[in-house]
């Protein structure tokens, strides 16, 4: 992690397209950020906060539905917004409550006001801004290219979805993503405890980099292959760090007896896909199969993911070269079925590192998933995203925006309606991606087993 | 990893927020001096309840040996509870307690003036309610409790510890007739109470299912309604007060209910003066002439997000 190890950031080091490319990645997201929201999930985080100010604690009276990681850093970031004047501020709108009672139950007529929109994201989008540089770092040490880096950099800066999940949605995903790419340039830089403590936080952020420990069990052991007892050493002292930072998050749930309710973004939805459908619902009969299918995906996947630790592990092949293939296998395997927009954020780095550093035909599939994903969470939130907009400025009337709102969400083709298709259809075409970066891995993964059987 | 602890600390340790509002009555003017940590909204108002005794003490119904409304689990209706408790808490509405259906017949005994019950049960106890107008809690009612009831059609069901039974005619015991409850449990209202402190209440729950249906004499009908049935209402009954929220608990319903009992408004309640806007700098300071009579003032911080609320 060189890039901050003496605690600097060198953006002089950068390549000169590459700051261009990195200011137009900024100044999207910070155009994009006050201008459209997705108010649902948004004016939880200022549920949170006001239980927060309210001292109350995170899971004392509900509004706070996610593992406690979020919670603390809203904690933080509202007692900063605070120093600067932002207020948390909502407002229930009488003129959008029917959207309150659509099929889609992901609509609020409480609306978070612009500017708290815009800050609640600033985080965000400068966790996005520390990831794309330290993909231009990672690349341009590895292959001393600074095409290759600045090629790396862009495929997460300009990605549609991590955009949108960024900018727009106000999900905190890029968290997560940060922490898991920190945890696994710690490991890189021998730095097991810290490294443990990291993935911590990572997993508890949210639960997707948990996919991944089976990899990261597989390099700490396979890096020292020749001293197993220092290997053991090492994951030993992993472990105490995971095991540190757990304790130190879970102190105060451990105490006031709430540690269930930090699972509870996990058990709601186990509980939707157990479900059976109630077929007067289109809602409930979409989540309940869809979750389902999830849930029967899950265990497969798991199992996916430890064998590519094994297999990993196994390998003869240099380390250097094995883990990054294997790192992109791990993250495209937790999506076979189905995509999941928001959570997809953590594929694209391991994705961009790969397609900049060994195969630019890769570019395909990542343009696939970035735009389809970015639509698919479009279509989902439709004319919502524009609402505060409407609500809080002249520039949009609020009527209007809740009546294309319900037009566009009610509309059917055939008796059909056709939000459902476009969702189909769209999470189709990033299955599609998804399997065509799983094949063409699986296709280079073969040969290159190949071209070593006959070296 | 340093910003996860220091947050940590911010929300569980040294909770770096804190408000408050105190009033000064200076001949005709009402003086509110409000503080707090953070800039927020305000909202105060200066209220008359009348001749009506104003809530001192809230007994909250909850026995696991009796039968509850079979929509309704123990579960929900102990989380429900609690999440009440908590924010009346914000609210400073403090004096509350949980009581059996043993404890109900207690509290019935005594004159019901400056009380009031909640039922979130969907059930009332044997030891309180029999379906006829000289049980314990309709004799409760006639000397002036207020009863909050949330959860299913209020009086249909008696519950003792082997089940439920139905009562027939439970509509023309509370209302003088029937046909006066929403048939439906769940349907929203759009249209907004007229009622000026439902607005500066912020009283946002919508859905009208079990409602009262709108039209009655002595009734207060707050919330949202459809033209027909309302979320929100205060009927007097006797002395007392009934108070029917409609739906389930939701989210809405629980902030809206809470405000209705903190804010110890009841049916007779007219809103004498209000101010709302923001403090500067952390503080703020109001003052309202108020010429009318009122019997007592309810502030509180945060807008529809709220953080802080007293009646003083």
Not at chain 1, 229 to 234: F, M, P
Not at chain 2, 159 to 174: D, K, N, P, R
Request: glycine content about 8%; proline content about 3%; some cysteine.
């Amino acid at each position: 992690m060189g890039c901050v190890s003496d605690g600097k950031i060198k953006l002089k080091a950068l390549y000169k397209p590459a700051i261009l490319i990195f200011a137009i990645g900024v100044i999207i997201r910070l155009i994009v950020a006050p201008l459209v929201t997705n108010s649902y999930d948004v004016t939880y985080w200022a549920y949170s906060i006001q239980n927060i100010q309210s001292g109350n604690e995170l899971y004392e009276i509900p509004g706070y539905y996610y593992s406690q990681i979020w919670g603390y850093f809203l904690g933080f970031w509202s007692e900063f917004m605070n120093l600067i004047g932002v207020s948390t501020t909502a407002v229930r709108f009488d003129v959008a409550l029917p959207i309150e009672n659509l099929w889609w139950p992901y609509y609020s007529a409480t609306l978070t006001t612009v500017d708290f929109n815009f800050w609640i994201k600033i985080p965000m989008i400068v966790s996005d801004c520390f990831i794309g540089y330290l993909l231009y770092d990672l690349i341009k040490k590895k292959t001393s290219s600074a095409k290759k880096a600045t090629l790396g950099m862009a495929l997460w800066m300009l990605c549609p979805t991590v955009i949108y999940t960024c900018a727009l949605h106000g999900a905190f995903d890029t968290f997560s993503t940060l922490l898991l790419i920190i945890s696994i340039l710690l490991l890189m830089k021998d730095r097991y405890f810290f490294a443990g403590m990291c993935f911590s936080i990572a997993v508890l952020t949210k639960f997707f980099p948990g996919f991944f420990i089976f990899m990261l069990v597989a390099y700490v052991l396979c890096k020292y292959r020749d001293n197993k007892k220092l290997a053991h050493r090492n994951l030993a002292v992993s472990i105490a760090g995971v095991v540190f930072m757990t304790a130190i998050i879970y102190i105060p749930q451990i105490m006031d007896g709430t540690v269930i309710d930090t699972l509870y973004f996990l058990s709601s939805r186990v509980e939707t896909g157990l479900t059976m459908p109630d077929r007067g619902n289109i809602y409930s009969i979409v989540t309940s199969v869809g979750y389902s299918l999830v849930l029967f995906v899950q265990p497969l996947i798991l199992l996916g993911v430890a064998y590519l630790g094994y297999r990993m592990y196994k390998s003869k092949r240099p380390l250097e070269q094995e883990f990054p293939k294997y790192l992109l296998f791990t993250a495209v395997l937790i999506f076979i079925w189905p995509p999941s927009p928001p959570y997809l954020v953590i594929l694209v780095p391991f994705l961009a590192y790969y397609t900049a550093v060994h195969d630019r035909s890769y570019l395909v599939p990542w343009a696939i998933i970035g735009f389809s994903a970015m639509l698919y969470d479009l279509v989902m939130n439709s004319a919502s995203i524009v609402l505060p907009l409407a609500a809080f400025t002249d520039i949009l009337d609020l009527g209007a925006m809740v009546a294309l709102l319900e037009t566009l969400v009610t509309s059917t083709v055939f008796g059909i309606n056709v939000m459902v298709i476009m969702m189909g259809v769209l999470a189709v075409i990033q299955t599609i991606g998804i399997w065509m970066v799983l094949y063409k891995m699986f296709i280079t993964h073969r040969n290159e087993r190949r071209q070593s059987s006959e070296d | 990893m340093a910003i996860v602890v220091v947050g940590q600390g911010m929300v569980y340790w040294a909770n770096p927020y804190s408000h408050g509002i105190s009033v000064n009555v200076s001949g005709d003017s009402v003086d509110f001096d409000i503080r707090s940590t953070y800039d927020t909204e305000y909202t105060v108002l200066v209220l008359d309840n009348g001749d009506f005794t104003m809530l001192d003490k809230l007994y909250i119904y909850y026995d696991e040996g009796y039968g509850n409304d079979p929509r309704i689990t123990y579960s929900s209706q102990k989380d429900y509870c609690d999440n009440i408790v908590a924010e009346l808490t914000k609210r400073g509405f403090t004096n509350y307690a949980y009581v059996s259906a043993e404890d109900l017949a207690g509290v019935v005994s005594s004159a019901g003036a400056g009380t009031g019950m909640l039922f979130t049960s969907g059930a009332f106890p044997e030891t309180v309610y029999d379906g006829t107008d000289s049980c314990g809690l309709m004799k409760w009612l006639a000397s002036g409790g207020s009863m909050y009831w949330n959860g299913g059609e209020v009086g249909r069901y008696i519950s003792a510890t082997g089940g439920l039974t139905e009562v027939s005619g439970y509509q023309t015991l509370f209302f003088g007739k029937e046909g006066c409850l929403n048939e439906t449990d769940s349907e929203p209202g759009y249209e907004r109470s007229k009622e000026a402190v439902s607005s500066v209440l912020r009283l946002t729950a919508n859905n009208i299912g079990n409602g009262l249906v709108l039209g009655l004499d002595d009734t207060l009908y707050l919330g949202y309604n459809d033209g027909v049935h309302c979320s929100m209402s205060l009927m007097k009954k006797g002395e007392g007060q009934i108070a029917i929220m409609g739906g389930s608990f939701d989210k809405e319903m629980r902030m809206s209910l809470s405000q209705l009992i903190a804010s110890k408004i009841s049916y007779s309640t007219t809103m004498v003066a209000s101010e709302d806007d923001y403090t500067k700098n952390n503080t703020a300071k109001c003052t309202i002439q108020v010429l009318l009579p009122y019997t007592h003032t309810y502030s509180y911080l945060g807008g529809f997000l709220l953080t802080y609320g007293r009646a003083i």
